[in-house]
């Protein structure tokens, strides 16, 4: 395997978790300007399913500035509330608040596994960047969270308009790479990260989790290197 091989990694989920995630989130936030709202975690984020660009990976949005994609999600998380009994009213102010509440720092956690994982890849010479279905600001979110130094580029679906497994989200990662020798990709979904990869022609390894579909995995990022000695990239 070259030293040169490029290492895609997703992002929540992979590198670091929201304590929240979008529904507890929207849900806390509900509550805060609505304290007797009944809805439940469960009911939230079963509201909140088939509104998302990642749902709809099939169908691109290239050019969609910050601001507009957040006024799609905005609208898609008033309408949940709506629909679960929340006011018009407060249910504007809840989602109204979502975008910064999300995007604090400190309500994530990077794994443990991952700077020691990340150094010892480097060291190696690898090319590390990070594919993410995920907001416009997680460049800027990463960078909060303490990872200046080891990606070298960002790809988040928010600004590049391409969700995995949508083929066109790897290939415009590997062409801004500048179409690497040899790549990997790295994800806790297997459909997305694992599956998606491998059908674009990227060996997929799903990581923190168990899938039979997944024709390699690891428990953590720990065990990147022995996988990544196994057989060569892309």
Same mark, same amino acid.
């Given at each position: 395997?070259?030293?040169?091989?490029?290492?895609?990694?997703?992002?929540?989920?992979t590198?670091a978790?929201?304590?929240?995630?979008?529904?507890?989130?929207? /849900?806390?936030?509900?509550?805060?300007?609505?304290?007797?709202?009944?809805?439940?975690?469960?009911?939230?984020?079963?509201?909140?399913?088939?509104?998302f660009p990642w749902?709809?990976?099939?169908?691109?949005?290239?050019?969609?500035?910050?601001?507009?994609?957040?006024?799609?999600?905005?609208?898609?998380?008033?309408?949940?509330?709506?629909?679960?009994?929340?006011a018009?009213?407060?249910?504007?102010?809840?989602?109204?608040r979502?975008?910064?509440?999300?995007?604090?720092?400190?309500?994530?956690?990077?794994?443990?596994?991952?700077?020691?994982?990340?150094?010892?890849?480097?060291?190696?010479?690898?090319?590390?960047?990070?594919?993410?279905?995920?907001?416009?600001?997680l460049?800027?979110?990463?960078?909060?969270?303490?990872?200046?130094?080891?990606?070298?580029?960002?790809?988040?679906?928010?600004?590049?308009?391409?969700?995995?497994?949508?083929?066109?989200?790897?290939?415009?990662?590997?062409?801004?790479?500048?179409?690497p020798?040899?790549?990997?990709?790295?994800?806790?979904n297997?459909?997305?990260?694992?599956?998606?990869?491998?059908?674009?022609?990227?060996?997929?390894? /799903?990581?923190?989790?168990?899938?039979?579909?997944?024709?390699?995995?690891?428990?953590?990022l720990?065990?990147?290197?022995?996988?990544?000695?196994?057989?060569?990239?892309?």
């Amino acid at each position: 395997m070259s030293p040169s091989t490029a290492i895609l990694f997703d992002f929540d989920g992979t590198l670091a978790t929201n304590s929240g995630r979008w529904s507890r989130v929207l /849900l806390g936030l509900a509550r805060e300007v609505e304290p007797s709202f009944p809805a439940t975690v469960e009911e939230v984020r079963a509201e909140l399913q088939g509104g998302f660009p990642w749902h709809s990976p099939e169908v691109a949005h290239p050019g969609l500035s910050p601001s507009d994609w957040w006024e799609i999600m905005t609208g898609h998380l008033r309408r949940a509330l709506v629909t679960l009994g929340l006011a018009p009213s407060p249910a504007s102010e809840a989602s109204a608040r979502f975008r910064s509440r999300y995007l604090d720092p400190a309500d994530w956690r990077v794994y443990p596994d991952v700077f020691p994982a990340l150094d010892g890849l480097r060291a190696a010479g690898h090319r590390l960047a990070i594919l993410s279905n995920h907001v416009p600001e997680l460049p800027d979110l990463v960078a909060a969270l303490g990872f200046d130094g080891f990606f070298e580029a960002v790809f988040t679906s928010g600004r590049t308009g391409h969700e995995k497994p949508n083929p066109e989200a790897f290939a415009l990662a590997l062409r801004e790479l500048g179409r690497p020798a040899q790549a990997w990709m790295v994800g806790d979904n297997v459909v997305a990260d694992v599956l998606g990869a491998e059908a674009a022609g990227i060996p997929g390894i /799903l990581v923190r989790g168990e899938d039979p579909r997944a024709p390699r995995r690891c428990a953590d990022l720990r065990g990147l290197p022995e996988l990544l000695r196994s057989g060569a990239g892309r």
